[in-house]
Nanobody
């Protein structure tokens, strides 16, 4: 019954902005690290950004300075603010929740949302 639901994808011109949202349910959200991944056709899935339960963020070099990940634990939601978008950012973006525990890990994925950057 764990569910991650993404929204906010769409078509945008180069240089434009989008804000992706991922709403989680049926997990103790504050205990999970959250991340955004993307996958373009014919390419491997790539981690774009992540944020720990304590708020520490990391970014792929390709998006550093342009994208910002944040979380609102009261709303069980993680966001990805994407600015200065480039055609190379075109991909399906996936939300991820991850918790490492002594016996292993819990990992969940959203369904993905399409982001297309084109003029």
């Amino acid at each position: 019954q764990v569910q991650l639901v993404e929204s906010g994808g769409g078509l945008v011109q180069p240089g434009g902005s989008l804000r992706l949202s991922c709403a989680a349910s049926r997990i103790i959200f504050s205990l999970y690290a959250m991340g955004w991944y993307r996958q373009a056709p014919g390419k491997q899935r790539e981690k774009v950004a992540s944020i720990t339960s304590g708020g520490m963020t990391t970014y792929a070099d390709s998006v550093k300075g342009r994208f910002t990940i944040s979380r609102d634990n009261a709303k069980n939601t993680v966001y990805l603010q994407m600015n200065s978008l480039k055609p190379e950012d075109t991909a399906v973006y996936y939300c991820n929740a991850d918790r490492r525990i002594g016996s292993g890990q819990d990992t969940y994925w959203g369904q993905g949302t399409q982001v297309t950057v084109s003029s």
